[in-house]
């Protein structure tokens, strides 16, 4: 089993930045990807980012070039830098991990709330 745990949410100003920890922990030897997800209030859950075990990235275009996600293999960490966040960045952040058998994890979700 693998347990997923979303941080590093918060409250920022407009222009400001986040930095999102996904911390994974149990039978972690065989991941093959962690992404982001977020949902914001009265809509469906969104993709924002994703990086694989052999270092492929990829992200959405709504938050490209101010959103970067990297990844700390030997603590099984994904990191989430957000830079210039903007209103419509205010969400609840999902961490996915799926191991190498097509299974998928998510984490219990981190508050981020964009407001002046």
């Known amino acids: 089993q693998v347990q997923v745990v979303e941080s590093g949410g918060g409250l920022v100003q407009p222009g400001g930045s986040l930095r999102l920890s996904c911390a994974s922990s149990?039978?972690?030897?065989?991941?093959?990807?962690m992404a982001w997800y977020r949902q914001a209030p009265g809509k469906q859950r969104e993709y924002v980012a994703l990086?694989?075990?052999?270092?492929?990235?990829n992200c959405a275009d709504s938050v490209r070039g101010r959103f970067t996600i990297s990844r700390d293999i030997a603590k099984n960490t994904a990191v989430l830098q957000m830079n210039n966040l903007k209103p419509e960045d205010t969400a609840v952040y999902f961490c996915?991990?799926?191991?190498?058998?097509?299974?998928?994890?998510w984490g219990q979700g981190t508050q981020v709330t964009v407001s002046s």
């Open positions: 996915k991990l799926v191991d190498g058998n097509s299974r998928a994890y």
């Open positions: 990086i694989t075990s052999g270092g492929y990235l």
């Open positions: 149990g039978n972690t030897f065989n991941i093959y990807s």
